[in-house]
């Protein structure tokens, strides 16, 4: 999703203002990166693309700011500068989604009336939020993390999410 990562960039920026270093940004980018390979794999799988077929065979039918001197010569991890970013803003996951989706529809209205024509709109920003939050939890555990990105990856195709929606733009 190109709109997807520059939502998302755009809501974390906004979000921590001066907290939003080119560092923490190219964090945010190399993680989303792993999301988006990760999903693209659930999507081009063989239940993925058995899930995009149900969907147009459907749509046919339908029409850390400061530190220690030490510390702050060892630079931070991608894991460490994605958890304290998104310490920062994780305290209202419904506002940041809601942030979130008012920017990404900006970026590309058509979204509303394809990929997310049969979604609760008022649901999605607090649902997105929940998952990745919990993706942030697992971050240091991808034995459990990337399973559910790839089945995310495969549930998404069945909602009409094609691999053009996927490219990352930061």
Known sequence: FPMVASALLATLRAGLGAGFTPE??????????????????????????????????????????????????KPKSDNDMIRESWAKVSSDLEGVGKAFYKRLFEVEPSLLTTVFKNSDIEAQPLTLMTMIDGAVKLLDQPDKLLPVLRQLGERHTGYGVEEKHFPMVA
Request: charged share 30%; aromatic share 8%; no cysteine.
């Open 24 to 73: 923490v940004e190219g964090a945010w980018t190399r993680i989303y990166g792993v999301i988006q390979r990760t999903m693209l794999e659930g999507a081009n799988s063989e239940r993925g693309r058995e899930l995009f077929t149900g969907y147009t065979t459907r749509q046919r039918t339908a029409s850390k700011a400061k530190g220690d001197t030490a510390q702050a010569k």
